[in-house]
């Protein structure tokens, strides 16, 4: 009998694979695919990033410990490495699916996470309140407990390192942007309807660039949408991923 392919997990910016959990508790009760939640290059368990790093180098990174061709799931930064695999390594990639992603900053857009990324530079605890602030206001439902681990994963970060692989998510947008109408996989982008940075207008714009992609915008929901409301990405992402493979004869 052939095994399903897997679905692999990759975070955003000072992250680790932890952040998945929610999420890979939800989609368990939807699937037998093996779930599999990478550490980015510079994260959790890899070691720090000590110079400056590329989209290219860190997708390249990934690539190498990826477990096969997968169902490549990416959420912010994750989202642009997946968005490169898809490219440029398409053999790895069954299935691209964009979380709370970035897509061709306006320069409004672009000036803001430039900003982020100085106060980085000159107050690194203070920008992880600013993060935490964004993600998880009071009225966001997620429990104090998960606020503070989510906190915790922040602070612990090697500081350079962050600031290496924030260069990279504040610019790469730009970079890849161009590209998008090259990926020939089927695609989803999803974010929350009130997701301050990796707006609803992003994922539709992502949309709009990659052919035949789709778009889900899920209600009430901000960035952190994995940890905010997993059931129903876990949903989002297990129709797609099913109606994809029937499409593609997995």
Do not use: K
Not at 175 to 199: H, K, N
Request: hydrophobic fraction near 40%; proline fraction near 9%.
């Amino acid at each position: 009998m052939v095994q399903p392919l897997p679905i692999v997990l990759l975070h955003g910016v000072g992250l680790d694979h932890t952040m998945w959990e929610p999420l890979q508790a939800e989609l368990a009760a939807l699937t037998d695919r093996p779930v599999v939640a990478l550490d980015l290059p510079g994260h959790g368990g890899q070691p720090p990033l000590t110079g400056p790093a590329t989209l290219a180098g860190l997708a390249a990174d990934v690539a190498e410990r990826m477990p096969g061709p997968a169902h490549v799931v990416g959420f912010s930064l994750g989202a642009l490495i997946a968005q490169h695999l898809a490219l440029h390594t398409p053999e790895l990639v069954a299935s691209l699916t964009s979380v709370s992603s970035v897509c061709s900053r306006t320069p409004q857009e672009a000036a803001s996470v430039r900003s982020r990324l100085e106060n980085a530079r000159h107050d690194f605890p203070g920008s992880v309140e600013a993060s935490i602030g964004r993600w998880y206001p009071e009225d966001s439902g997620v429990d104090g407990g998960t606020v503070a681990g989510t906190r915790d994963t922040l602070l612990a970060n090697v500081e350079e390192s962050y600031l290496y692989a924030y260069e990279v998510f504040a610019t790469a947008d730009a970079e890849i942007g161009p590209e998008l109408g090259r990926i020939c996989l089927p695609s989803l982008a999803v974010t929350g309807e009130l997701d301050p940075g990796s707006t609803p207008e992003m994922s539709r714009r992502l949309g709009r660039a990659i052919p035949n992609s789709r778009t889900v915008i899920v209600p009430g929901a901000r960035h952190m949408l994995p940890v905010e409301q997993p059931r129903e990405l876990a949903l989002t992402i297990h129709r797609f991923i099913e109606e994809s493979s029937r499409e593609n004869h997995e």
